[in-house]
C-alpha cells in the first residue's frame, strides 16, 4: 500500500517547459540547457532563458496547416515561426510540476503528450471531474477526494510511487501562482519579442498565449 505524506508547508507547482536539443540553433541568442530536460516559466528568465523558451514552442509547432491559404516564408525566421504564427491549435511541452522543494521528490512530473497548453485541467481537478491525468511515464495523476487532493507521481508504477495529500484551498493557491507564473512569463516574452524580433513582437506574442491558454498580455 502507497504511503500518503502530509506535508503541507514546502510543496511547490511550478510551470515548466521541455527543452529539446538546440546545439545548432542560430536565430537568436538562446541559454544551454540540458536536453529534454525542464526550464521553469516565470518572470525572472534571463533573455537567453526566455530565448529558449520561444525557440522551443515555435519548434513545439513547426508544422504545416492542412490548409494554407498563403504562401510560406521562405526566409529561416519566417519558415521556423510559420506554425507557431499560423497553426490553429498549438502545443507548449511540458506541464505544471509539483514537487517538495525541502527534498526534490516530486509528486506530479509532466509526461510525454502532456502541454502547458492544458494547464487548466488543473482547474477541472478543483472544481470538475476531479480528475485528471499528466502524460505518461510517469503516468502522473490528481484526484480530489472530498476537501483534499491527492497527487500520484506514477498512478501505473509501483506501489512505492511518492503520493501526497494537500488541502482543495491550498492546491488552489498553488495553482494560481503557477497561473501568475506563467502570465509573468509571457509579459517578459512581449518584452523579449520586443527587442529581438520587433518585426514578429505582435503576432509572437499574441500566438504565445494562444500556446499557453493565457490571455494576451498587456502593459
Not at 494576451?216 to 502593459?219: G, K, L, R
Given at each position: 500500500?502507497?504511503?500518503?505524506?502530509?506535508?503541507?508547508?514546502?510543496?511547490?507547482?511550478?510551470?515548466?517547459?521541455?527543452?529539446?536539443?538546440?546545439?545548432?540553433?542560430?536565430?537568436?541568442?538562446?541559454?544551454?540547457?540540458?536536453?529534454?530536460?525542464?526550464?521553469?516559466?516565470?518572470?525572472?528568465?534571463?533573455?537567453?532563458?526566455?530565448?529558449?523558451?520561444?525557440?522551443?514552442?515555435?519548434?513545439?509547432?513547426?508544422?504545416?496547416?492542412?490548409?494554407?491559404?498563403?504562401?510560406?516564408?521562405?526566409?529561416?525566421?519566417?519558415?521556423?515561426?510559420?506554425?507557431?504564427?499560423?497553426?490553429?491549435?498549438?502545443?507548449?511541452?511540458?506541464?505544471?510540476?509539483?514537487?517538495?522543494?525541502?527534498?526534490?521528490?516530486?509528486?506530479?512530473?509532466p509526461?510525454?503528450?502532456?502541454?502547458?497548453?492544458?494547464?487548466?485541467?488543473?482547474?477541472?481537478?478543483?472544481?470538475?471531474?476531479?480528475?485528471?491525468?499528466?502524460?505518461?511515464?510517469?503516468?502522473?495523476?490528481?484526484?480530489?477526494?472530498?476537501?483534499?487532493?491527492?497527487?500520484?507521481?506514477?498512478?501505473?508504477?509501483?506501489?512505492?510511487?511518492?503520493?501526497?495529500?494537500?488541502?482543495?484551498?491550498?492546491?488552489?493557491?498553488?495553482?494560481?501562482?503557477?497561473?501568475q507564473?506563467?502570465?509573468?512569463?509571457?509579459?517578459?516574452?512581449?518584452?523579449?519579442?520586443?527587442?529581438?524580433?520587433?518585426?514578429?513582437?505582435?503576432?509572437?506574442?499574441?500566438?504565445?498565449?494562444?500556446?499557453?491558454?493565457l490571455p494576451?498580455?498587456?502593459?
Open positions: 500500500m502507497q504511503r500518503v505524506r502530509h506535508h503541507p508547508h514546502v510543496i511547490v507547482m511550478q510551470p515548466v517547459l521541455e527543452i529539446s536539443p538546440s546545439d545548432d540553433f542560430a536565430l537568436w541568442p538562446v541559454g544551454e540547457h540540458e536536453s529534454y530536460g525542464y526550464l521553469v516559466l516565470n518572470g525572472g528568465l534571463t533573455p537567453a532563458e526566455v530565448g529558449t523558451a520561444v525557440m522551443q514552442i515555435a519548434d513545439c509547432n513547426d508544422s504545416e496547416p492542412q490548409e494554407e491559404h498563403d504562401s510560406s516564408p521562405t526566409d529561416p525566421l519566417g519558415t521556423f515561426l510559420h506554425g507557431l504564427l499560423t497553426m490553429p491549435d498549438l502545443l507548449a511541452v511540458g506541464g505544471f510540476r509539483v514537487t517538495d522543494n525541502a527534498t526534490g521528490t516530486a509528486f506530479i512530473e509526461g510525454c503528450c502532456n502541454g502547458l497548453e492544458s494547464w487548466r485541467d488543473w482547474l477541472d481537478v478543483l472544481d470538475g471531474t476531479g480528475c485528471a491525468y499528466f502524460g505518461h511515464d510517469p503516468f502522473s495523476v490528481a484526484e480530489r477526494v472530498n476537501d483534499v487532493v491527492r497527487f500520484t507521481l506514477d498512478a501505473h508504477g509501483a506501489d512505492g510511487s511518492p503520493v501526497i495529500e494537500l488541502p482543495v484551498e491550498q492546491v488552489r493557491r498553488l495553482v494560481t501562482n503557477a497561473q507564473d506563467l502570465q509573468d512569463f509571457l509579459g517578459l516574452a512581449g518584452t523579449w519579442a520586443e527587442q529581438h524580433l520587433p518585426a514578429h513582437a505582435a503576432a509572437l506574442t499574441t500566438a504565445l498565449a494562444r500556446a499557453l491558454d494576451p498580455h498587456h502593459d
